[in-house]
């Protein structure tokens, strides 16, 4: 490559220079590296650059420095065990410092230290929360598609930010004890942080700082916060107004914290924040990256608190609002596969009502049936990361690339590219099946982007969740979260090591995964075991009624609304901290009772 891909002058410029550098050069003097250099070629290009150059991993070299890019499961596989030889590169991670270090910017004895801290609040203990929290959260969501008193037909014209409300409401009550309502009435036990209204030595409300703050965050982590305070523009002073107003809120929510624990009287709660002011107790050295102490007698400073309440905040919302998000627009686009997983929920749940849904006796049976695969399969075609950086420190590191010993000199940075990992057929063999021909289009069923193509190999970039599904114990995925009963239940295909990182691997693997599992599940059973999720064709309907017309002409607008879906999924997305779709674009959906579906 002629420069570097994380060159600053070429990361504020690219799309400014591309569209000039193809013309100069054109695509005869090398495909691959051109394209290698364009921010998210890692999404837009999937296992392409690895089959046009012939391997799983390769080195790509340029005057600023090398980088290792690998979608091989086996190599992922040894990179990710081994955390010492191919540590973090925190350096890139400085950004997501802005109210203190914390376990995801930190790596040696300072990494160990937050995560000793961290890991216990997402026991099993807490998944209980999660799970109750996220059946309240999502019985409120679903009621505000609902208007007029119609609950038979209802519309989701923004899941993505009904989800991330959603997400935020349960990370708020399971990581910090704070109830949010979702009309925002205040709740006796947070009235402070729940109401809409601005309480006393505040300019914004909990929800309008916390949500300005995660909209303007790309200026608060890489701009001065003395330039934003001068700065001529209203966006500048709103994100710092926000991340002012956030601090004070998390300072008070500190606390009230100690406040309760001080008086508790017997075991300690097992939220997140207990567990970073308990860490007090239990002093342990630990040392930073740097040499210097995390914070007296090696417990947390009150800045790294904040900074693991700040990052949890945004990793334990965003990422898993996205899964929710994509997979309902999957199931809207796929009606077989959701009449699938509906079948199962009525299986497992027959007819008890939410209020008597356990956590130990169905998580196990979601998580290991349909539920479980399409959360799987959301998560390999749309993860919510697209790839993972890894470097080799300050020495050089042995591989074994297809069979044969490899040198990786020091200082290479390595990316591990989820998106390809997911879609290569070297990692996947029988579950990466000989796509069918398209269906009629006159039909709605669905028909992915890329359904036009002719002889494709394998069907590894649609969506089939069924491709997990499996009945033998020896597959069982371990992307899932362990069975917490002795109940037999089903097993999920498991791909080979490395292959399916949607949550990284190793030691160094999300902490919030079955936190995010389990949200994730009690969503998709809580709304598609009474309701349907369907494409809202109105855009096209011209107000006609679409249960007066043909199915020919019912399915010719469906597939006009799934075009456009694949689009904003394929095309229109883009990754700042996660994958998202951007530039506005919105999927609607129309969400009906069951035995109410048009399609």
């Not at 914004?204 to 700082?209: F, I, K, N, P, W």
């Not at 102490?293 to 905040?313: D, R, V």
């Not at 669905?446 to 969506?463: E, I, V, Y």
């Not at 990182?501 to 009690?522: D, K, M, N, T, W």
Request: aromatic residues 8%; charged residues 20%; hydrophobic residues 40%.
């Amino acid at each position: 490559m002629p420069w570097h891909l994380f060159n600053f002058v070429w990361l504020g410029l690219n799309r400014l220079l591309s569209p000039v550098i193809r013309r100069l050069f054109g695509r005869a003097r090398g495909i691959v590296q051109l394209d290698l250099l364009i921010p998210d070629w890692v999404w837009h290009l999937g296992y392409q650059p690895f089959e046009t150059v012939g391997t799983d991993t390769f080195l790509a070299v340029s005057g600023g420095g090398s980088i290792l890019v690998t979608c091989s499961a086996d190599v992922i596989n040894q990179i990710t065990s081994r955390r010492v030889d191919f540590p973090k590169p925190c350096h890139l991670y400085g950004a997501l410092n802005i109210y203190g270090s914390n376990v995801v910017t930190t790596e040696g004895a300072a990494w160990r230290q937050h995560r000793r801290i961290t890991a216990p609040p997402f026991a099993e203990k807490n998944n209980e929360i999660v799970w109750a929290e996220s059946l309240d959260q999502t019985a409120a969501m679903v009621k505000s598609w609902f208007h007029d008193g119609d609950d038979k037909q209802g519309y989701a014209l923004d899941i993505a930010e009904d989800a991330a409300k959603m997400t935020l409401h349960v990370i708020s009550k399971a990581g910090f004890g704070v109830k949010l309502t979702w009309t925002g009435a205040e709740d006796v036990s947070s009235p402070k942080f729940n109401s809409v209204k601005v309480p006393a030595g505040h300019a914004l409300s909990y929800r309008d700082a916390l949500g300005t703050l995660l909209r303007s965050l790309f200026s608060v982590m890489l701009l001065p916060h003395s330039l934003l305070r001068r700065s001529p523009s209203k966006a500048h002073n709103s994100a710092v107004l926000a991340y002012d107003e956030w601090h004070k809120y998390m300072n008070e929510m500190i606390d009230d914290k100690k406040r309760i624990l001080d008086e508790s009287v017997g075991g300690k709660d097992a939220d997140l924040m207990s567990a970073l002011l308990n860490s007090a107790e239990e002093p342990q050295e630990a040392k930073g990256n740097d040499g210097a102490e995390s914070g007296s007698n090696g417990t947390l400073s009150h800045e790294e608190i904040l900074g693991n309440m700040f990052i949890f905040i945004l990793a334990g919302h965003e990422t898993t609002a996205n899964t929710v998000h994509f997979a309902l627009l999957f199931l809207a686009c796929n009606p077989s596969s959701q009449r699938r997983l509906q079948t199962e929920l009525d299986s497992i749940f027959g007819d008890r009502p939410p209020t008597q849904w356990s956590y130990d006796e169905y998580m196990p049976r979601l998580s290991g049936g349909m539920a479980g695969a399409v959360m799987n399969e959301t998560l390999r075609l749309i993860p919510p990361v697209i790839n993972i950086p890894k470097y080799t420190g300050d020495r050089a590191q042995t591989l074994i690339v297809d069979g044969r010993k490899v040198v990786v000199p020091a200082r290479t940075a390595i990316t591990l590219d989820v998106v390809a990992a997911a879609r290569n057929p070297n990692n996947w063999g029988a579950a990466a099946a000989r796509p069918s021909p398209p269906s009629s289009p006159s039909t709605p069923t669905p028909s992915t982007a890329s359904s036009g193509q002719q002889q494709r190999k394998h069907d590894l970039n649609d969506f089939r969740p069924e491709r997990w599904i499996s009945t033998t114990k020896e597959s069982q995925s371990d992307s899932l979260p362990t069975s917490v009963t002795t109940r037999p239940t089903p097993t999920l295909f498991h791909p080979p090591r490395g292959a399916f990182i949607p949550f990284s691997e190793g030691p160094r693997s999300c902490l919030g995964r079955r936190f995010a599992q389990v949200e994730v599940l009690v969503v998709l059973a809580r709304i598609l075991k009474f309701h349907s999720v369907e494409l809202d064709v109105r855009e096209w309907s011209g107000g006609a009624d679409l249960a007066q017309l043909t199915p020919t002409a019912r399915g010719q607008l469906w597939n006009t609304a799934r075009a456009r879906a694949d689009h904003l999924m394929t095309e229109g997305m883009g990754s700042i901290i996660s994958l998202q779709i951007r530039g506005g674009g919105k999927v609607p959906l129309s969400v009906v009772s069951r035995g109410s579906e048009i399609f």
